[in-house]
């Protein structure tokens, strides 16, 4: 797992979180879908937060994160 692919998982959640977080505080969104979105984003913020941790430049593999 390089880098730059863990930082794009990352960047895409938090950005769709927010997209969200911005709908529907217009009133754009119904807050189920909001909390939908969030609710499918955290793990995969998560999830990439701790790939891009334990990943390094140099090596293309999958690291253990662990429970």
């Known amino acids: 797992m390089?880098?730059?692919y863990a930082l794009a998982l990352m960047l895409v959640s938090a950005v769709s979180a927010a997209g969200?977080?911005?709908l529907n505080y217009w009133g754009i969104l119904p807050f189920w879908a909001y909390?939908?979105?969030l609710i499918a984003g955290?793990?995969?913020f998560l999830?990439?937060?701790g790939l891009?941790?334990?990943a390094r430049e140099g090596e293309a593999d999958m690291p253990f994160?662990?429970?």
Do not use: C, E, H, R
Request: proline share 5%; no cysteine; charged share 5%.
């Open 20 to 22: 969200a977080l911005a």
């Open 2 to 4: 390089n880098k730059q």
């Open 35 to 37: 909390a939908a979105v």
């Open 47 to 49: 999830l990439g937060l």
């Open 42 to 44: 955290f793990p995969l």
């Open 65 to 67: 994160l662990g429970y």
């Open 52 to 54: 891009y941790w334990m």
